[in-house]
């Protein structure tokens, strides 16, 4: 008979409370999606922090915040957390129960260039399954059901849903060979010998467009467009200096060494992360962002 050295299983029993507190932020939050009482979650993370030796929130009227020990331990929590539902996916007969509509909601650039060209293969092993994608650099409403499953570079901050991290995304500052010809190679009196590529007045609150700004507060701003797409076409065609991903900069050359370095999360509604048209999907992109995680970020230093 296998012998299990229980020390290794201290605390193993709460991670599920500790990845709903997490996600949720509120013991009472958490206490409905686990179907126990807040007092119990609460029993829970005290033990939990026992066994670690470590406290992981900081305790406050408002809520329960991450502290950089837990930030430190939540991927991993959430690795395991995949390999478990994992097993049970295998386990049974899984991809019989698939069928239905599924909403997703992302960025146009997660869109056309990760998801719609796995596609096919996927719902080759979904028949039964639709997928519906909804592309804006908005947030959908999700408390409204305006999607079941969303793909975001910013986490939600009301409502009750599941949040996890998929990966990272960096962005810098590009212009065109023909650009740099006409146009000094770095960044010198705030950018005022720059041009630049500006956004739509309504996107300028979004993290990009910020960013772009405070790297060239004095460049010139002669033109804009409200999208990822339009931005590249512009800067290929030397309009000015922009601020892009990097796996869509293309031909495009990096002005500087300074970097955006945006986090990606997987956003979907708690009463329906255990259907099963929901569930394999949710699997399906986070597969997908870890394949194109090191095309996704260079987060070198």
């Not at 869109?111 to 293969?121: F, Y």
């Not at 630049?196 to 996107?203: A, C, S, V």
Request: proline share 5%; net charge negative; glycine share 4%.
């Amino acid at each position: 008979m296998m012998d299990f050295d229980k020390s290794k299983m201290a605390g193993w029993k709460e991670i599920p409370v500790f990845l709903a507190l997490a996600r949720l932020g509120t013991l009472t939050a958490a206490a409905q999606v686990l179907h126990m009482a807040p007092s119990s979650v609460a029993r829970h993370i005290e033990q939990l922090e026992q066994d670690l030796g470590t406290v992981l929130f900081q305790r406050s009227p408002q809520g329960y915040v991450l502290t950089e020990a837990a930030q430190a331990i939540l991927s991993h929590a959430e690795r395991a957390e995949s390999a478990v539902n994992d097993a049970i996916r295998q386990s049974t007969s899984f991809s019989q129960e698939v069928s239905g509509t599924v909403r997703l909601a992302l960025p146009e650039n997660f869109a056309n260039h990760l998801v719609i060209p796995a596609l096919p293969e996927f719902q080759h092993r979904y028949p039964e399954l639709r997928v519906e994608l909804a592309t804006s650099v908005r947030m959908v409403n999700l408390t409204r059901r305006e999607a079941d499953i969303a793909i975001r570079l910013s986490r939600p901050q009301h409502g009750q849903f599941i949040v996890s991290r998929i990966g990272q995304m960096s962005s810098r500052l590009y212009a065109s060979a023909a650009y740099f010809a006409a146009h000094p190679p770095e960044i010198t009196a705030k950018g005022a010998e720059h041009q630049i590529i500006g956004w739509d007045d309504t996107l300028q609150d979004m993290p990009l467009p910020q960013w772009l700004a405070g790297q060239l507060p004095s460049a010139e701003c002669r033109f804009t467009i409200s999208t990822l797409q339009g931005h590249f076409a512009a800067a290929m065609a030397g309009a000015g200096l922009t601020a892009l991903p990097d796996f869509l900069a293309g031909e495009l050359i990096p002005l500087g060494k300074e970097k955006l370095i945006q986090n990606i999360y997987l956003i979907t509604h708690n009463d329906i992360r255990r259907v099963p048209r929901i569930d394999v999907t949710m699997l399906f992109i986070r597969r997908l962002f870890e394949d194109w995680q090191d095309k996704l970020c260079d987060c070198s230093d």
